[in-house]
């Protein structure tokens, strides 16, 4: 975590936290301790730290939209949440920041004391993760693609600044490193590293994994709580899909999918 910091952020005299809670920024009061489970700070924190942590959580409960959007980038570095939603929201990663709240880091820059995202534990993207039907997470709405109620992204997607740089990314990302043929061309490539490794946990994996390569529809067992394998479609078939999807809500032929519940 340390060596990442430092790389990607010039300095390790920030907050690494790895919060899991679906209520993300709610305001559980004024004494840290009642926030430090739920925001898993990775080293010591300062007071100044765990100050301007309760600050956003009040400034994101509390404020005025009217505030909220006026002041928004004083709290968090758009361009990345814009990036990092657009990708979530692309991918139908509903075992993340859309579904429970979990699967990423927040970052607290010492100098600027904004909030970036990062990204952590991947797997269930390209719509894996078994919330809702299938066809929905292919279609999964743009505008609200948020995992029953979330308080914090539906105070984010409502801000004007946001919105237009993330659907500028969505179309961007649409056409580019999220074409269908590239990912495909991925998946193959990766898929003749990971083959051999497979193969020798067991023959049952191998078979499901070139299934999941060639693109066939594969059944996944999930683990405790999931009585049945889940039947799953895999990058291959998802990702054209899903392409045809942003498209058509970013031109407005659509309006996409909504998963209740949680």
Not at 23 to 50: C, H, I, M, R, V
Not at 111 to 135: E, H, L, M, S, V
Not at 226 to 232: A, G, M, N
């Amino acid at each position: 975590g340390k060596h990442f910091v430092e790389q990607h952020f010039g300095t390790t005299d920030g907050a690494l936290l790895k919060p899991v809670t679906p209520d993300l920024f709610g305001d559980l009061g004024d004494a840290w301790a009642a926030y430090n489970q739920t925001y898993d700070p990775k080293s010591k924190l300062s007071d100044e730290q765990k100050k301007r942590i309760i600050e956003t959580c009040k400034f994101v409960s509390s404020s005025s939209q009217e505030r909220f959007a006026a002041a928004i980038g004083d709290y968090f570095e758009l361009e990345n949440l814009a990036r990092f939603m657009a990708l979530t929201a692309w991918m139908s990663d509903l075992d993340g920041i859309l579904g429970p709240g979990q699967n990423f880091y927040l970052h607290l820059h010492p100098t600027t004391r904004k909030f970036t995202f990062i990204p952590w534990d991947q797997d269930q993207t390209f719509g894996q993760f078994p919330r809702g039907t299938q066809d929905q997470r292919e279609k999964l709405s743009i505008r609200t693609p948020w995992n029953g109620e979330n308080r914090f992204l539906g105070r984010i997607f409502a801000v004007e600044a946001f919105q237009t740089r993330y659907r500028a990314l969505l179309g961007e990302f649409n056409g580019a490193i999220l074409q269908p043929e590239r990912i495909q061309r991925q998946v193959d490539a990766l898929a003749s590293v990971l083959r051999a490794p497979i193969g020798e946990e067991s023959a049952e994996r191998l078979a499901g994994f070139d299934k999941a390569v060639a693109g066939e529809t594969v059944a996944v067992v999930m683990g405790p709580g999931y009585r049945e394998p889940v039947q799953s479609k895999p990058i291959k078939q998802f990702t054209p899909a899903r392409r045809k999807s942003v498209d058509d809500h970013l031109a407005g032929r659509a309006e996409g999918e909504r998963i209740g519940g949680r």
